[in-house]
């Protein structure tokens, strides 16, 4: 990494705005499928060229800038967009995964005969904008702008299917949404009040400063108590699986990847650019947040492991995947940090690849119980395939990417000498294998019922996205630098976030 | 205290009078006793605006040639009893408004009687 | 030539308004509402000129009839004033373009009274404003108020009887307020404002002063609705016609609080208020946090929507009584904004009632089907918009009266305001979500009938009343984007000095 070097670019501003942009169109042509799903095609493809074309600079420590307006007048803040290398992780995460998940929303959403498409496809422009917004965010205000409008956002889609339960779920939502919504603006009120500035800072904001030791621990928890709702840290994690009420593709982009790692992201934000690791370690700060996420980590997979319903066995492995990530930004090394931001990366294509195949099964077969899988492998090998891929990658089986994110991990915690952590992460994988290897088994090696036999693979659309995706973890778990260089944007992080000499970067390799 | 109550019994006899027409306007059950309470707290409003620009031993505010201008003070302050005409008009206003109010709810519900009143909304 | 006539002018056009409507409604219905229309559109046009060359040039002041200020009465346009006057101006225009078919529709036969009252109501308003003299503040008080008290009685059944009570509450509120200005006659013997302000270090400790000012707080404080004071509200409010609703309850408590604004910080000294006063500004803070959770929770409970905007407006008027309280910058910018915020939403709001009342009939949430979203997409579009600005999430212009209320509590730790103001907002979410739902979504019960697979006609609003609705539902965007731009531009000129 290079002297960072800030420039003004608008690109970041029109890549927020583009999915934006689409929703009126969207609107307009509801009587048209063909012609609305064109539009949601057509943001999704300028969007993530318009992501991409900023990471060549962010690699070369250029940071490209854009204030778009004064949003607060007394103090002084912008609404203010900024380029930096862990928005660019995150945003190209997401907005690369909108291309698939549009094609296999479409899919999905014809197959399934759902209503109110136009909703749904709006809805979820809307989300992906904010999602965008919430990673290029410059300072606190603008991502709590962000995340409010994600928050809000979401609403329609988890509700979509306007049956009780999703009612229920929907209120749910709302109060934890809100509530987390309404807990980050008292922390960020209380961290300028403390601080005098909002800009995300690599290494803190408050450095060099005062500071009262039972204030700081109530901003933290403040803090953690807003993104860790959508981070579904528990004891806030409840309404994600709740939230699988929502069609197949919101459980797969928003609640693995987009909305959930929005909270993620908000606490790698907040650990690292705003409390930084020293405020962190002098108050200990970080063994409030591995008490809460260690402990997530091993109960969500132990109440996975008693799922029957396949979509809500993925969420809880989700709320623990969740916070392996959050648990490697507690232990404040910056291998446990590059394992973080790496396994923000590759869970998203591995967990997207399973919902991904949930919801296949489901529109293809109409099945929604993990004890009804027996057989299916045969019907839908390229399916079941591609789910063996995922869950084998998730339980931490080289060669799939989510293996080298939690090698860092472990590393970490050795880094850290947390002994107990490193234990987390290891149990935590056999948890992950002991939920997930029985679904396989039951897919390929039981014999199927009688229902089984007239059907085939489910439609191109939504088979030819989840082939990817898992092509994609396994290209990535071989060269995690493949095309995107995940790796090297995640070890600058760490360097920048550490204030670290140039060297740790082994640029390329991964060890 | 004597001498309190001697140099403030107007003011005593004010607040008297202005809590118990305040007492009317809040407890009494009937709506017409609660104009009355309102009347009798506009009328102590206007006499504690009257009272308070009472002087000892000072004359109305027109030019008398035997004190002439040089003694400001045998004059009352003509500002208060001015204002107070002003009150008085509000006042009487204000008591119309009500009393129409009144005839308004007595001919759609024909009672004068709160409870009676609240019953016969429902 | 004109800016230096504003103060006088606007609430002169709207008396004159008042006076003209019922002249010209004799000769033609029609034309009653088209003065009503173009005087409030010249007196907006007079605000906007005043309020720029208040901006550019300081405070003009009038005196009226030619009596040199303090002997004679002032009017004063200084950035406060002639920003609330302004509002007050812009509120009125937009409502009265909404009007004339929900006043057909709702209270027909009483048109030209309505707007004759409207006008008068406004001309009361506006002269409270502009007034630089407190017994002459009391007089448009009354004006106002005697004009309110009409405007609700000309309603549904019962509006006479919230009327009734409305009259007696807002009585006991003007004579306390003319009590407390009469015993600050008495000690420092004159009544305008800025001498006021003047004379004040020198009688500051006497107790008439203090009984004084508590005693105008007091009053103003019933005005304004102010928890516990609010009981009178939410029936006058329910119970009016809808347009007339929607014009007392965006401006008609806002300028009660803007009252209690001059008083507190332009005529009393900042020291005192600092010192003494302190305990009055912290009471008047507690019952604020009070009214906004008592108000929200209460909203909840209603089964009727203007009912439940009612309830809401006394959680409102809380936020302004915590920004007064807050007495520093940040708490007097949040409270003006918001001020600015709920006058807009609130108005929209209630135009969204009168538009459910015209097609359906009714405003009662429990009767409400998703049906509604098909019959009137734009007022169920519209009312989201206005609902998410109200929860006050972020970019709407709800959130940003609540962010600087939020900090302006943080930086002087008052955590129980700042849990009031959070707590709010959930409440809020509860109880608009409580009504999104059902217009949007299907019912519940399992007999029950999903509307919006029947065959629905679209019958929205027609254009008089969609248009303005729209208006304000998207100004909220507009005013949440450019709440900077409006807080250094408008608000921090009128911040006093010393605060």
Known sequence: MHEIVTYTSSVPFLAVLVSLAAVPLIYASSNRPNMREFWTLAAAFIKFPLVLSLLPGVMAGEVAEFTIVQISASPDIALKLRADAVGMLFAVVASGLWILTSFYSIGYMRGANEKKQTRYFASFAVCLSATIGIAFSANLLTFLIFYEILSLATYPLVIHKENKEAMRSGRQYLLYAMSAGVVLIAAIGITYSIAGTLDFNPGGIFGGILLDPVLIKVVFILFIAGVGVKAGIMPLQSWLPAAMVAPTPVSALLHAVAVVKAGVFGVIRVVGFIFGPEVMHEFSLNLILATFSGATVILASLIALNQDDLKRRLAYSTVGHLSYIVLGVALLTPEGFTGGLLHLSNHATTKICLFFCAGAIYVNLHKTKISQLDGIGRVMPWTMGAFTIGALGLAGVPPINAFVSKWFLCQGAMAADQTIILGIFLLSGLLNAAYFFPIVQRAFFRPGGKDLEKHGEASLFMVVPICIVATLSVLLGLQPNLILNMYDLAAGISQSVFQLPAVFIASGVWP | ?122 | ?499
């Not at chain 2, 204000?94 to 004068?112: D, F, H, P, Q």
């Not at chain 3, 800016?3 to 606007?10: N, T, V």
């Not at chain 3, 008083?263 to 009070?290: K, S």
């Not at chain 3, 708490?331 to 006058?343: D, E, S, T």
């Open chain 3, 1 to 499: 030539m004109i800016s230096s006539q504003a103060p006088i002018l606007i609430p002169m056009t709207f008396l004159f308004a008042a006076m003209l409507i019922p002249l010209v409604g004799a000769v033609n219905r029609a034309a009653a509402h088209l003065t009503a229309v173009l005087g409030s559109a010249l007196a907006l046009y007079f605000s906007v000129i005043g309020m720029q060359t208040t901006l550019a040039q300081g405070r003009i002041s009038y005196h009226i009839a030619g009596w040199m200020p303090p002997i004679g009465i002032e009017f004063v346009m200084d950035p406060l004033s002639a920003f609330i006057c302004a509002l007050l101006c812009g509120v009125t225009f937009i409502v009265m373009v909404f009007g004339k078919r929900s006043v057909e529709y709702e209270i027909p036969q009483k048109e030209i009274a309505f707007y004759s009252l409207s006008m008068l109501l406004l001309g009361g308003l506006a002269g409270m404003v502009m007034t630089g003299d407190l017994f002459n503040l009391y007089v448009y008080l009354e004006i106002a108020a005697l004009a309110g008290y009409a405007l609700v009685a000309i309603g549904d059944k019962r509006a006479v009887v919230s009327a009734f009570r409305y009259l007696v509450m807002g009585t006991v509120g003007a004579t306390f307020y003319l009590l407390g200005v009469a015993l600050i006659f008495i000690s420092t013997g004159t009544l305008n404002m800025a001498d006021i302000a003047q004379l004040m270090p020198m009688v500051q400790d006497s107790p008439a002063v203090i009984v004084g000012l508590v005693l105008i707080v007091l009053g103003t404080a019933l005005k304004m609705a102010l928890f516990p004071m609010h009981a009178w509200l939410p029936d006058a409010y329910t119970h009016a016609s809808t347009t007339a609703t929607a014009l007392i309850a965006p401006i008609g408590t806002k300028v009660s609080a803007y009252v209690l604004f001059r008083v507190l910080f332009f005529v009393v000294d900042p020291d005192h208020l600092r010192t003494e006063l302190l305990n009055l500004l912290q009471i008047i803070g507690y019952l604020g946090a009070a009214g906004i959770i008592w108000g929200s929770i209460m909203a909840i409970c209603q089964s009727e929507l203007k009912r439940m905007l009612a309830y809401s407006s006394v959680a409102q008027v809380g936020y302004i009584a915590v920004g007064i309280s807050l007495a520093s910058p940040l708490g007097f910018i949040g409270a003006i904004l918001h001020a600015l915020n709920h006058a807009v939403m609130k108005c929209c709001l209630f135009f969204i009632s009168g538009n459910m009342r015209l097609r359906l009939g009714h405003s009662m949430i429990p009767q409400m089907t998703n049906g509604l979203r098909k019959s009137m997409p734009w007022t169920s579009a519209a009312f989201t918009l206005a609902a998410i600005s109200m929860i006050g999430l972020p970019p709407t212009a709800g959130f940003f009266g609540k962010w600087y209320l939020a900090l302006g509590a943080i930086e002087q730790s008052h955590w129980i305001f700042l849990s009031a103001l959070l707590i709010s907002t959930i409440l809020n979410v509860a109880y608009f979500f409580r009504v999104m739902e059902r217009m949007y979504l299907k019912p519940q019960e399992p007999e029950g009938v999903d509307y919006s697979e029947q065959t629905i006609v679209r019958s929205e609003a027609p254009a008089s009343m969609l248009v303005p609705t729209l208006f304000l539902a998207l100004s909220l965007l507009v005013l949440g984007f450019a709440n900077a731009w409006i807080v250094t531009n408008l608000i921090v000129p009128m911040i006093p000095g010393w605060l």
């Open chain 2, 1 to 122: 205290m004597l001498e309190f109550i001697q140099g403030y019994y107007a003011y005593i006899f004010l607040a008297t009078a202005f809590t118990i027409g305040l007492y009317g306007m809040m407890v009494k059950q009937n709506l017409m006793k609660k104009v009355l309470g309102m009347s009798i707290v506009a009328a102590t409003t206007i006499m504690f605006w009257i009272v308070g620009a009472y002087k000892e031993g000072a004359g109305v505010t027109v030019l008398d040639p035997r004190i002439g201008v040089e003694d400001p003070g045998m004059y009352l302050n003509p500002l208060p009893h001015t204002l107070m005409l002003t009150a008085i008009v509000v006042a009487v206003v204000t008591l119309g408004v009500a009393l129409a109010l009144l005839i308004g709810i007595y001919r759609e519900y024909k009672t004068l009687d709160e409870p009676t009143l609240l019953e016969r909304m429902k």
